[in-house]
């Protein structure tokens, strides 16, 4: 059973940037995407962006400027980092693996809330 | 990208039977095979219900079924019970090769 569990600090400065990981366990995280979701409290869900294990990322346009996707084979883990945050970003943030040929995603870690505040 | 539209509210009595929508664009659900749906219970990870707009994956009860007409898509579900009560979401691919998220509809069983 695969399972995904995210990681990283629960309050993040305005203007600073955001960092969080998540840890694949139960599988590999070899020939999957992995991808990051967010949801504001009170509200709906927001794809962030994917990343394959070879390294090729998918963002959405609206925060391609400031996030990156990366991964660690090594450590089974991927990680997102979103710069310049404002209180906008202050949201519960899910990683999941996403089936690219289903499309859709199956596996969850089951969130993290990050809260943009000085 | 915008959101898919999604009513905020549907209600519905022990056995009976409820429709969510999802509506979109030719450029995502329209243009697409590509629309799934997910249940979250408060305070819970979203779960898969529905993908590639009507196949249930394995352990996912048959009183959920999917469909699509044009650029909207539909969740039906039936012989309604208590813990269907949840936030449901329906998401897209798009022609950008994005996904994108339908806003959630809340599920009263009354």
């Known amino acids: 059973q695969v399972q995904l569990q995210e990681s990283g600090p629960g309050l993040v400065k305005p203007s600073e940037t955001l960092s969080l990981t998540c840890t694949v366990s139960g599988g590999s995280i070899n020939s999957h995407y992995w991808s990051w979701i967010r949801q504001p409290p009170g509200k709906g869900l927001e794809w962030i962006g994917y990343i394959y294990y070879s390294g090729s990322t998918n963002y959405i346009p609206s925060l391609k400027s400031r996030v990156t996707i990366s991964v660690d084979t090594s450590k089974n883990q991927f990680s997102l980092k979103l710069s310049s945050v404002t209180a906008a970003d202050t949201a519960v943030y899910y990683c999941?693996?996403?089936?690219?040929?289903?499309?859709?995603?199956?596996?969850w870690g089951q969130g993290t809330l990050v809260t943009v505040s000085s | 990208q915008s959101a898919l539209t999604q009513p905020a509210s549907v209600s519905g009595s022990p056995g009976q039977s409820i429709t969510i929508s999802c509506t979109g664009t030719s450029s995502d659900v329209g243009g697409y095979n590509y629309v799934s749906w997910y249940q979250q219970h408060p305070g819970k990870a979203p779960k898969i219900m529905i993908y590639e707009v009507s196949n249930r994956p394995s352990g996912v009860p048959d009183r959920f079924s999917g469909s699509k007409s044009g650029n909207t898509a539909s969740l039906t579900i039936s012989g309604l019970q208590a813990e269907d009560e949840a936030d449901y979401y329906c998401?897209?691919?798009?022609?950008?090769?994005?996904?994108?998220f339908g806003g959630g509809t809340k599920l009263t069983v009354l």
């Open positions: 998401s897209s691919y798009t022609s950008s090769s994005t996904r994108v």
């Open positions: 999941a693996r996403f089936l690219v040929d289903e499309d859709y995603f199956d596996y």
